[in-house]
């Protein structure tokens, strides 16, 4: 099992463009996560989708829209980059999204510079 | 609402030396705690964790419980290793969707 899977894992931008990150995760799980990790900061949830059919937005969702392929998929997407949106992005997923002891599995990260 | 303290870093000890990471919680109702681990250039990994008080959660050597009564769920390890080397994430879950992340803390472990 590859577990949580992300594409690409290295982007540079101009500000304005657009692209999409994408997620895959080969467990069967329900739920799952986007999140950002800036310096000092933690991580911090962007966008989450409890399951399938369903997103709803966290704790920094300004700039984002998501989209929940199916099961297995979950991308993130910047509609007009800007440079507040450098960061580290991780998505995870977990068996499901409301019980308190569900580990959540992470992605290694995709790393997007916005010049 | 919920949020987690971790003590500031970096961390740097020297190979076999004891490990505390202190991580401090706030919370409404009965939270799950969790460590996890990230090595440079890679993903979190779950490192341990603890889902009610007095619970020990334990892993490669690593330990910390859970105390309610203290608010705290601490990170320890007797005698560190070069591989030990890592950011670690405090985090905790109670009602909602999202896990709740500290700063992190960079362990530097020198030879």
């Known amino acids: 099992n590859a577990g949580v899977t992300q594409t690409p894992k290295f982007q540079v931008l101009k500000t304005g463009q657009s692209m999409t990150l994408q997620c895959a995760q080969d467990?069967?799980?329900?739920?799952m996560y986007w999140y950002r990790q800036d310096p000092g900061m933690g991580l911090r949830l962007i966008y989450y989708?409890?399951?399938?059919?369903?997103?709803d937005k966290g704790e920094v969702p300004n700039g984002y829209n998501v989209s929940r392929l199916n099961k297995r998929e979950f991308s993130l997407r910047l509609e007009s980059a800007a440079p507040s949106q450098t960061s580290v992005y991780f998505c995870?997923?977990?068996?499901?999204?409301?019980?308190?002891?569900?580990?959540?599995?992470f992605g290694p990260g995709t790393r997007l510079t916005v010049l | 609402g919920d949020s987690v303290t971790q003590m500031e870093g970096p961390v740097t000890l020297s190979e076999e030396a004891f490990l505390t990471i202190n991580c401090t919680y706030t919370?409404?109702?009965?939270?799950?705690l969790f460590w996890y681990v990230q090595y440079p250039g890679e993903g979190l990994q779950l490192l341990l964790k603890?889902?009610?008080?007095?619970d020990k959660g334990s892993n490669k050597g690593f330990e910390a419980t859970y105390r309610k009564e203290t608010t705290s769920f601490h990170l320890e390890k007797g005698s560190v290793q070069v591989s030990d080397s890592a950011v670690y994430f405090c985090?905790?879950?109670?009602?909602?969707?999202?896990?709740?992340f500290g700063k992190g803390t960079s362990l530097l472990v020198t030879p």
């Open positions: 995870a997923s977990s068996e499901t999204a409301l019980a308190g002891q569900m580990e959540q599995f």
């Open positions: 467990m069967n799980h329900n739920s």
């Open positions: 989708s409890a399951s399938e059919g369903t997103t």
């Open positions: 919370a409404t109702g009965y939270p799950s």
């Open positions: 603890a889902t009610k008080a007095d």
């Open positions: 985090a905790l879950k109670s009602s909602g969707y999202a896990l709740n």
